[in-house]
């Protein structure tokens, strides 16, 4: 008992925290604005630590299940706590840019954060890493059309036509993403795995590990009961949700007035979310086994825009309310050349460590352009 409480350690952080939080935010909120950073940067680490565990617990399931349906559960553990976040932040805070940054700054963090220092980091290890490349050319032809339909298009709507187009948009990515999962489960979802080949041993002879099935980053978790990572991730989820909404009223009066870029907001969601999958998607390129880091940075970001979208897009519907969910020109090109730079380096079915240069330097740019407000 006291083993696994130890285990679950940063979980009671959480709920201690999250209770702390939720009985002092008005006594905070009096203390003035540097006070209130703190605090709400505090709670954005501890959010950061209950979400790993969340992630954890994903990865047992996943390791049960193996892939695809293994980071598919990582990537929508992820994605929930996003949305979470988001919707929580919106009810706060109700700035119409936010959706759209967050999404953009999540596929940036993905893309060209995790894949680029993972095959950047792996291909220094192992020179070129081999994954399906049937995968990264569904996950970049799927986050080109959802991206493109919401956060393009928009641009040339007519704002007495948003409600139609947004009830549009729903159904056009749950359609998308329904067709995805039947493909991703169903007959083709040989595109996203990859059958490794066995490790030779000294004298000669194959292992007689399967190398093929075990979901790399996991680790051996027969005996953990499912009932208990459910229960877990559930409870991680209610702690995080509690946190949120007190750290978005701190933060957002915490940086009133200081002159941060108006994006930052937007980044701290997309980086809360992201935060565990970068651990597992760089234990796995570190282990030569690429695929899983492919499955993870493209479908967080696939999952990212194609299930906050229509979540997002019924909570304006409802509200009356749209969000501007356009992209700046800035964000365009940015996107455009992410997208391109994908589609090349995931089109031979090897990844090594100067494709992996090419996104991170992306993701430099990305944040440079951040910090001066583009």
């Given at each position: 008992m006291l083993a696994r409480l130890l285990q679950e350690r940063f979980l009671l952080i959480g709920l201690a925290v999250a209770i702390a939080a939720f009985v002092g935010e008005e006594s905070i909120a009096?203390?003035?604005?540097?006070?209130?950073?703190?605090?709400?940067?505090?709670?954005?680490?501890?959010?950061?630590?209950?979400?790993?565990?969340?992630?954890?617990?994903?990865?047992?399931?996943?390791?049960?299940?193996?892939?695809?349906?293994?980071?598919?559960?990582?990537?929508?553990?992820?994605?929930?706590?996003?949305?979470?976040?988001?919707?929580?932040?919106?009810?706060?805070?109700?700035?119409?840019?936010?959706?759209?940054?967050?999404?953009?700054?999540?596929?940036?963090?993905?893309?060209?954060?995790?894949?680029?220092?993972?095959?950047?980091?792996?291909?220094?290890?192992?020179?070129?890493?081999?994954?399906?490349?049937?995968?990264g050319k569904t996950y970049g032809v799927m986050i080109l059309t959802?991206?493109?339909?919401?956060?393009?298009?928009?641009?040339?709507?007519?704002?007495?036509?948003?409600?139609?187009?947004?009830?549009?948009?729903?159904?056009?990515?749950?359609?998308?993403?329904?067709?995805?999962?039947?493909?991703?489960?169903?007959?083709?979802?040989?595109?996203?795995?990859?059958?490794?080949?066995?490790?030779?041993?000294?004298?000669?002879?194959?292992?007689?590990g399967a190398a093929s099935k075990a979901p790399s980053g996991h680790a051996n978790t027969d005996d953990e009961p499912v009932s208990l990572s459910i229960a877990i991730i559930v409870i991680g989820v209610v702690l995080i949700s509690v946190m949120a909404e007190v750290m978005s009223v701190l933060m957002t009066s915490g940086l009133e007035g200081t002159g941060a870029p108006p994006a930052m907001m937007a980044v701290i969601v997309a980086t809360i979310s992201a935060a565990p999958e970068i651990l597992t998607a760089l234990r796995a390129a570190l282990a030569n086994r690429m695929q899983s880091t492919v499955n993870i940075a493209?479908?967080?970001?696939?999952?990212?825009?194609?299930?906050?979208?229509?979540?997002?897009?019924?909570?304006?519907?409802?509200?009356?309310?749209?969000?501007?969910?356009?992209m700046t020109p800035t964000q365009t090109a940015m996107v455009a050349i992410t997208l391109i730079a994908a589609a090349i380096n995931l089109n031979d079915g090897e990844t090594n460590a100067i494709e992996g240069m090419t996104h991170f330097i992306l993701f430099a740019t990305f944040v440079m352009l951040t910090a001066i407000g583009l």
């Amino acid at each position: 008992m006291l083993a696994r409480l130890l285990q679950e350690r940063f979980l009671l952080i959480g709920l201690a925290v999250a209770i702390a939080a939720f009985v002092g935010e008005e006594s905070i909120a009096h203390m003035g604005q540097t006070i209130e950073l703190i605090a709400a940067f505090a709670l954005v680490a501890v959010i950061i630590l209950v979400s790993t565990r969340i992630a954890h617990h994903a990865e047992i399931l996943a390791s049960k299940v193996g892939d695809p349906y293994g980071t598919m559960i990582l990537t929508l553990s992820a994605v929930m706590v996003e949305v979470i976040i988001l919707a929580i932040m919106m009810q706060a805070n109700p700035e119409p840019t936010l959706v759209r940054d967050t999404i953009y700054a999540a596929v940036m963090l993905d893309i060209n954060g995790i894949l680029g220092l993972a095959a950047l980091l792996g291909g220094i290890r192992h020179g070129e890493q081999p994954y399906n490349d049937n995968s990264g050319k569904t996950y970049g032809v799927m986050i080109l059309t959802a991206m493109g339909i919401s956060m393009i298009v928009p641009e040339f709507v007519p704002k007495q036509h948003w409600q139609a187009y947004s009830a549009f948009t729903i159904v056009a990515m749950i359609a998308l993403y329904g067709l995805f999962l039947r493909m991703q489960v169903g007959a083709h979802s040989y595109f996203f795995s990859y059958a490794y080949p066995r490790a030779e041993r000294k004298d000669g002879k194959p292992s007689t590990g399967a190398a093929s099935k075990a979901p790399s980053g996991h680790a051996n978790t027969d005996d953990e009961p499912v009932s208990l990572s459910i229960a877990i991730i559930v409870i991680g989820v209610v702690l995080i949700s509690v946190m949120a909404e007190v750290m978005s009223v701190l933060m957002t009066s915490g940086l009133e007035g200081t002159g941060a870029p108006p994006a930052m907001m937007a980044v701290i969601v997309a980086t809360i979310s992201a935060a565990p999958e970068i651990l597992t998607a760089l234990r796995a390129a570190l282990a030569n086994r690429m695929q899983s880091t492919v499955n993870i940075a493209m479908g967080a970001s696939l999952s990212t825009v194609i299930l906050t979208v229509p979540v997002m897009e019924a909570i304006a519907l409802y509200t009356g309310q749209p969000f501007v969910m356009a992209m700046t020109p800035t964000q365009t090109a940015m996107v455009a050349i992410t997208l391109i730079a994908a589609a090349i380096n995931l089109n031979d079915g090897e990844t090594n460590a100067i494709e992996g240069m090419t996104h991170f330097i992306l993701f430099a740019t990305f944040v440079m352009l951040t910090a001066i407000g583009l």
